[in-house]
């Protein structure tokens, strides 16, 4: 028996488009920069018309910003879906939580937010676009505080820790994917992991 032909709402077609729309900005972000992704590009990348991004999107920064907050939604809960797996053990923990962050700060997603940042730097209009998703993710990222860090949050200073291992990691990332090489090099990540190892256990002898 033929499977009965199942008719999609108005609101189902909607978000499919849109869907391809912010997919199709995303990989032109991470592929040629924020300069080069042009409505044109995004439409025929996402196999759309230009009439359809008009409507959804008048204006190129309605698309990158949208796209930018499905980014960080999606960055946000695959960051705390992993984290619910992470060993209770506060030791095991620390490196576990560690290699998680080091996950999300060396993929894609963080080049493409290192991207937009910089070209923001000279186009106020895209920085207005920016500022309030970057707002809404540092909320939302320390809101989900208590579940990364699990008993490793009862240790005085904690916080002001993960903020000094964040920005060593943030730092690397830049360079691992930003700085010019003539031949890949071994990851200093291991090395570094070490040591932010090191200065989490100083805080559990001083607790």
Do not use: C
């Amino acid at each position: 028996m033929a499977t009965p032909h199942v008719r999609r709402t108005q609101e189902e077609r909607t978000a499919e488009t849109r869907g391809k729309l912010l997919d199709a900005t995303i990989q032109s972000v991470l592929d040629v920069g924020y300069a080069a992704t042009t409505t044109r590009r995004v439409t025929e990348l996402a196999g759309v018309s230009q009439g359809a991004q008009t409507h959804h999107f008048p204006y190129r920064v309605d698309l990158v910003g949208a796209a930018v907050e499905r980014l960080a939604a999606q960055r946000i809960s695959e960051t705390a879906a992993k984290a619910r797996s992470l060993p209770t053990d506060p030791a095991h923990r620390t490196v576990a939580l560690l290699d998680l962050l080091w996950q999300d700060l060396s993929g894609p997603i963080f080049r493409i937010f290192v991207k937009l940042w910089i070209a923001a730097a000279d186009d106020p209009e895209l920085y207005d676009r920016l500022v309030p998703v970057e707002k809404d993710m540092r909320r939302q990222i320390m809101a989900e505080a208590a579940n990364l860090g699990g008993d490793l949050i009862k240790v005085p200073g904690w916080e002001s820790r993960l903020n000094i291992a964040l920005s060593a990691m943030r730092g690397l990332a830049l360079g691992d994917a930003f700085e010019p090489r003539e031949q890949p090099r071994p990851s200093a990540w291991p090395a570094m992991r070490t040591e932010l190892e090191r200065m989490f256990r100083a805080g559990d002898s001083a607790a």
